[in-house]
Structures are given as C-alpha cells and as structure tokens.
C-alpha cells in the first residue's frame, strides 16, 4: 500500500511553484495535459446504463477540465499539503507542527494559469470502443493509451480480440454481422446495407485511415422502418449524443461547438421533419475539417477541435442540397408496406432488436464480431479498392472498400447516383436551366430581361406562367429581383446541372453581364 504524498506549501510564490512542480511530476493520477490545460479522468455517477437507441448513450468516463476548486478536491483527495507552523508549547515555549491546507483559490488559478505542462501525457481524446493505431495495431486495453494519446473508456467490457482471427471466427463474425444483425431491415438495396456496414465501423478505423468521413444520411420511407437501431448501433458501441435539428446555420454551429465538448464518438441529428432539405453551409464545412474552429459559448476566445466524431441524421424521405450531396453517404431503408412495425418479429434473426442492442453484453458481441473482421482485413496487408473516389473523402472509401471486398460484401457507395437524385438544390437548378433553355434556346440575355421573363403573362381574367413554376427562387421560396438573380446566376457560372450549363460574357456595350444556357446532350 502506498503512503499518500505529502506536499509542504509556504508562502504565495513558493507555494505555487512547489504545487505545479509537483503536478508535472504526476502527483495527481489519471491527470493530463489537453490543449495546454490539465484535465482529469473521472467516471460519471448516476448515467442512464441501458438507454434506448434514440437516447443520449453517454461515455462512463470524462475528461473533466482542471479548475480551482477541481484542483483543491484533488490535492485533498491525493496528497497532503501541509504547512509548518509555530504553536507554544506545554513548557511556554514554541514549537513547529504541521498543519493541513487547502491553498487559496488565487494560489491554484496561478499555478494553473500555465500553458506548458511538461512529463504530462497529452490527451488527444477519449474513445468508446477499441480503435485501429496507425501502425495497424488494436488500442484495446482500457485506460490512456501513450503511442496515440487517447483514453480507451470502454462501454462495454471486452475480452481481448486475437491479432489473426481464425478461419472460423471469421466466418461465424461475417454470419452473424449479415445473417442475423442486419438480416432483417428493408434495406432499398444492397448498396444500403453495405454503406451501414462501412460506417459501423467507421469510428474503429478513423485514426488508421487517417481519412476525413463523410455524412451519413439514413432515411426510410414510413416511419418504424428501423432508422433509429441503426444510428444506435454505432452509438451504442461508441457513445452517442442525439440532437434535435437546427434550422438556423447560427444555431446548427452552436450546437456543433457545444457538442464537440462532449465525449462522444457519434452524433445523430434524429428524426427530422419528412421532406427536409439538408443544405448547410455549416454542415459542409463540418464534414470536410479535420478541426473545428468557432467562438467559445459563453467566452471571448475561439477554440479548435479534433473532429472525430461520426455524424448522422435520420428522417423520412429527406433530401439534400448544396454541397451536401458529394459529402454524403446514404442509407435507405424501404419496408413496401403500410404498416412496418407490424412485421412479425417471431421471424427476425434477433427479434425485437431496438431493445437487444441496448443491452452490454449483446453490444459486446456486436463488436467482437466486428472487430474480428476488421482485424482479418488488416492480418491481409489492408487492401484498398483504389478504384473508388469520393472527392475528400477518397482515403476513406478505399479504405472502407477494401475491407468490405475483403469479406465479399458488395455495393459498397453504389447508390450514389440515388443521393445526386435527392440532391433538391441539383434537382431545382436542373430543371430551371431546362425550362430557360426551352423558352429561349441559347439566347443571351441580362439578368432583368430574365427575370421580366418570369412574370406570369395574363390572359383575359388570367395568368399564365410559361416557366411552369420552375423559375429559380431565394431560400425563402421568392422570385429574386434582378440584382440578386444576377448574383445568383454568377454563382452557377460553368457548373453542370444534368446536360445544361449556364455561359457568361459582357453584352455590345460591355457594361453588362449577358447569360445564357448550352444544353450538351
């Protein structure tokens, strides 16, 4: 048994270097050093154990900031500080003893106002299930992890996985994965399936693939298609935080900084209105940095971010916009029926699955299995399928394509055509850009003669729109007036839609911009 460390404190200026040399000498256990600042690993009391797949599924463990009065519940817990002081004696004369301290709150903001902590491990993050290292090891064993600097807190507790899986555990991982875990949602095809498969285990290959990850977007037809077990899968294996959708970008980065604070490995925007458009400014630039930068809530100074994390959205029928479309990764389930939560779950491979996957020890064997196929991929010199490419995300699709090859799954990112389909913004200029072409062929014209174009032409007592309700509108669902029309065209300069692309030049007199439509069939 260890004695408890003693720490004698004296003055101010001697007490605040004798407390900091002492925590760079690790006084403090399970203390580290993240971003300049000391942070403590503790467990969370009184944390839901089995919430449901549409519930926040915290990490056991946290990286807590060090604070004054953290620290003083520290030393107090860890140490004994002590001072030395004069106190008469039973003969009138004076004696020294020592006298417990809890120094001042000034002293302990001092010694922690510092930035530089050195022989402190860095924490650079804390991960809810094991994880590839970069040399193709597995980060198993719970706890801080020094080659990676992350902290394995573990939400189930798993028993070691073999560095070279045998034939037939592999072959019993691969059965059970797609013959009994996800044997029985409606998947659309069987692109979707294996798109789920890549991002299950997405969160366990981040820091081996070194690669940026997608969006993911899992959306169904009706309601009760499942779409909540599977953002649960991962989120039950890696920690989850499920967030109501924003609406405003001001709100949406707020909520991504105010999230990114948390130790989760996935976060999942859930349920989103049916028909919802997912164009974010925000959100693209979210999925395509690798560190997040924004204005701290609630302080003056900007702070930066590892993105790590996994992020979802669920929905109905959801389409997306923008950017978005090149930035996401599908999963759609169709069940083709009016009523899916009537299916007979007697003849599910695990019957009443939202309730088994919240269950510890069935998510154990969820990732056992997964690991053991991920682990047989990387025992095979972790062959890539270098004929994918997916703009940023190019190193994780071929990665993830190479694993899922690996075990014969095909599909992979084959319906990615189905996501340009439901691209609304694509859908919206492709069929203005038609419409215009249609009324006026590759006639050059100005912004104001186009938008005089749109006006309705009124016949007798009525109007008659010859663009058919396809003339292009603002965000707020209005016709632009001709100066916003100009800067809007401006935009779409050079850029396909479908077979039609919108040419610019200067008009005779050459104080104006002239546009018009080539369509190439």
């Known amino acids: ?29 399970d203390t580290y050093v ?26 056991p463990v946290t990286a807590s900031s060090i604070t004054p009065a953290t620290l003083a519940g520290l030393l107090a817990e860890h140490a004994y500080v002590y001072r030395m002081r004069s106190r008469k004696d039973s003969t009138g004369g004076t004696e020294l003893v020592e006298e417990e301290v809890t120094p001042p709150r000034e002293i302990l903001s001092s010694v922690l106002a510092g930035k530089t902590w050195p022989h402190l491990a860095p924490l650079r993050g804390v991960i809810g299930a094991p994880v590839l290292r970069r040399d193709g090891t597995l980060l198993q064993r719970p ?20 560095d070279r899986p045998t034939t037939e555990q592999v072959r019993a991982a691969r059965d059970f994965l797609l013959n009994r875990f996800l044997r029985d949602f409606p998947w ?30 899992i959306d169904a037809t009706m309601p009760a298609s499942g779409k909540s077990i599977l953002t649960g899968g991962p989120g039950m294996l890696y920690g989850q935080r ?83 479309a090149s930035r996401t990764v599908r999963v759609h389930l169709d069940p083709n029926m009016p009523r899916p939560e009537q299916r007979d779950q007697s003849r599910f491979g695990i019957p009443h699955l939202d309730q088994w996957i919240t ?8 990732l056992w299995h997964l690991l053991i196929l991920v682990l047989d991929w990387t025992g095979q010199g972790a062959p890539r399928a270098s004929g994918l490419a997916m703009r ?12 899922l090859a690996h075990h014969n799954i095909s599909g992979f990112l084959a319906n990615a055509a189905d996501v340009h389909a439901i691209d609304e913004d694509e859908s919206r200029w492709r069929a203005f850009l038609s419409c215009w072409h249609g009324l006026h062929g590759d006639q050059p014209m100005t912004a104001a003669d186009l938008r005089r174009s749109g ?67």
């Open 392 to 403: 940023q995300f190019t190193p994780w699709a071929q990665a993830l394509g190479g694993f």
């Open 1 to 29: 048994m260890t004695s408890t460390p003693r720490v004698q404190v004296g003055s101010g200026p001697e007490t605040i270097r004798v407390i900091k040399a002492a925590l760079v000498n690790g006084l403090l256990p």
């Open 34 to 59: 993240s971003g300049g600042a000391l942070v403590h690993m503790e467990t969370i009391s009184g944390s839901q154990a089995s919430p449901a797949t549409d519930e926040d599924s915290p990490l």
């Open 143 to 162: 706890g801080y992890d020094p080659a990676t600097g992350l902290y394995l807190a573990s939400k189930v507790a798993l028993p070691p996985v073999p």
């Open 242 to 324: 499920i967030m109501p959708w924003a609406y405003t970008e001001e709100e949406l980065r707020k909520s991504i900084t105010a999230v990114l604070a948390e130790q989760v490995g996935v976060v999942v925007w859930d349920n989103l209105a049916e028909g919802t458009v997912i164009d974010s400014a925000t959100l693209a630039l979210l999925v395509t940095a690798g560190v997040w930068s924004d204005r701290q809530l609630g302080a003056s100074r900007n702070i930066a971010t590892v993105n790590d994390r996994l992020w979802m959205a669920t929905g109905n029928n959801l389409q997306v916009g923008g950017d978005m």
């Open 359 to 366: 269950v510890p020890a069935n998510q154990l064997t969820v």
């Open 188 to 217: 659309a095809s069987p692109a979707d399936k294996a798109n789920y498969l890549a991002l299950l285990a997405t969160p366990i290959l981040r820091h081996f693939t070194r690669s940026l990850t997608p969006f993911a977007l």
């Open 455 to 521: 006006e309705p032409e009124r016949i007798g007592f009525e109007e008659n729109d010859r663009w058919d309700g396809q003339f292009i509108t603002t965000a707020t669902g209005r016709a632009p007036n001709a100066l916003a029309l100009g800067r809007l065209l401006t935009g779409q300069i050079g850029r396909w839609r479908g077979n039609y692309v919108i040419r610019s030049a200067k008009n005779d007199r050459g104080d104006r911009n002239v546009f018009w439509v080539e369509h190439h069939t």
